[in-house]
């Protein structure tokens, strides 16, 4: 009912949505709607453990299993039959490396989850940030063999890495996936010392204790996925009082009811329709004029027949279907990921990262913003002029850090330093950023989704921040 009341609210004197909120009330079938990245550490398993528990869930059937399962072995690589069910490419599938990002979608008792596989191999940040950007919590999915959790979590590794690039994604919420458990003999003593670690770790990167949880899993055997754990060794500590579990443990608990647990994010389905396109599919026939654009709402709400304008191009484009997880729907809102159909749009102007959006209300554009940073861990420091590569959402793009305006306290925001000379690690600063081409963007205090951006510099997250004001 909130929600049609401030669908309607914002329609007044535009379009009506009344008719097509049963629709979107019924699609969601009192659930709720929840977009999840796995991350981690490569080989963590993630592939493994999500592609396990789609079979557990019926998402993907035993015949499409056993096809996979064929196709592993024919590869010589059976131990990676499950997470062939996520990697779709023949490349990926000879290299055992989940390149592309892959979408599935299952239920909870309470949650409809949008499943965004991301990279974890160190070249394919850029697309894991492009996965990451469509998120509203996530797994992080780490190896509790021994060595390997120390691989993954020392300098260098992606587990540290990819908590911080979410965080700063604006992802608060997280389940820690501690994987493999059965090649440790799910050792209580192993479990206890990794949560503790990143409990720590996590603590210092900004998320709450209370928005963590940890689970030992196994997603080769599919131990504690989403049937409770039955293997003694497990349940010797997990389902018993004698031994205390960490902090942000539920006892007995299945991945699956974690999962559930986990609290969507508020949808701005009130404010004006904003998506930042994550995929061009163009129409090969000559003068058709249509295309296809995908990408997850970030804001507002479409319906059929609408004109939408796409930004920096300016063309206005008519939406001709919405389609969700390959069902044609009538409207759709922030939160859903979609497949649009449009027609008017040439189709030589749309681009990865460019932004759908409300005709009378559309995306601002920069090319000079200032931003708030916090500065990760970087072994040379920052210099005024030094070349970045900004990441905003599905974007990358060339640019300069052209002025230090402040140095900022970090925990506080309070001002140290005008004009510093250099930035160095773990500091927080506000600057300058001047890009090469103009990109589309908001303002962070107007709209939260579309104000975070992430700063690289020769493969290396060196910053992420928020955009306080747009200059040019
Ligand atoms: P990703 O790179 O994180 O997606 O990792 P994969 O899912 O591709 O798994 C990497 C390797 O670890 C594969 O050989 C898997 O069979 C293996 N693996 C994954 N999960 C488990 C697990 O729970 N137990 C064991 N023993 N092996 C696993």
Redesign the pocket.
């Known amino acids: 009912d909130n929600i049609t009341a401030t669908v309607t609210k914002r329609r007044v004197g535009q379009t009506d949505r009344s008719n097509v909120l049963k629709e979107y009330e019924q699609r969601l079938d009192g659930k709720e709607l929840i977009n999840l990245v796995v991350i981690?550490h490569?080989?963590?398993?993630?592939?493994?453990?999500m592609g396990h528990l789609l079979v557990k869930l019926k998402v993907i059937d035993e015949r499409t299993v056993h096809k996979y399962r064929q196709e592993a072995q024919r590869l010589g690589k059976e131990?990676?039959s499950?997470?062939f069910v996520l990697d779709e490419s023949e490349e990926e599938r000879k290299r055992?490396?989940?390149m592309d990002i892959a979408h599935a979608q299952f239920k909870t008792q309470t949650k409809i989850v949008n499943l965004v596989d991301a990279p974890?191999h160190k070249d394919f940040i850029p697309n894991m940030i492009n996965g990451a950007s469509q998120a509203d919590v996530a797994i992080l999915?780490v190896d509790s063999r021994k060595g390997e959790f120390e691989t993954g979590f020392d300098f260098g590794g992606q587990t540290r890495e990819h908590a911080l690039l979410i965080r700063s994604l604006g992802v608060a919420q997280v389940i820690v996936a501690v994987?493999?458990?059965?090649?440790v003999n799910w050792s209580y003593e192993r479990f206890d010392d990794i949560v503790k670690k990143l409990h720590q770790f996590l603590k210092t990167s900004g998320f709450k204790e209370q928005d963590v949880y940890y689970a030992p899993?196994?997603?080769?055997?599919g131990q504690n996925l989403i049937e409770k754990a039955s293997e003694p060794a497990l349940l010797d500590w997990y389902n018993n009082d004698t031994h205390q579990l960490p902090v942000g443990v539920i006892r007995y608990a299945t991945l699956l009811e974690l999962i559930d647990k986990l609290k969507p994010p508020e949808r701005p389905i009130s404010k004006p329709f904003r998506l930042c396109i994550t995929d061009v599919f163009k129409a090969t026939g000559v003068g058709t004029g249509t295309s296809s654009i995908s990408g997850r709402i970030d804001s507002g709400g479409i319906e059929i027949n609408e004109k939408i304008l796409i930004k920096p191009s300016n063309d206005i484009a008519q939406i001709k279907s919405i389609q969700i997880e390959n069902a044609n729907v009538p409207s759709a809102f922030a939160g859903d990921n979609v497949v649009l159909n449009i027609i008017g749009a040439d189709p030589a102007h749309l681009f990865i990262g460019n932004v759908a959006c409300d005709p009378e209300y559309p995306i601002s554009t920069a090319t000079v913003i200032k931003g708030r940073i916090l500065i990760f861990n970087i072994t040379t420091p920052i210099t005024p002029g030094c070349p970045i590569v900004f990441h905003f959402k599905s974007v990358h793009e060339q640019g300069n850090i052209t002025k230090l305006l402040e140095e900022l306290d970090r925990s506080s925001g309070e001002l140290k330093k005008r004009n510093p000379r250099f930035l160095t690690k773990n500091s927080s600063a506000l600057v300058e950023v001047k890009l090469q081409q103009r990109i589309c963007c908001e303002l962070y205090s107007n709209f939260k989704e579309l104000g975070r951006f992430m700063l690289r510099q020769g493969g290396s997250t060196i910053a992420a921040g928020i955009i306080v004001d747009i200059v040019e």
């Open positions: 981690g490569v080989d963590a398993g993630k592939s493994t453990m131990s990676f499950f997470a055992g490396v989940t974890g999915v994987n493999k458990m059965d090649t899993v196994s997603g080769w055997t």
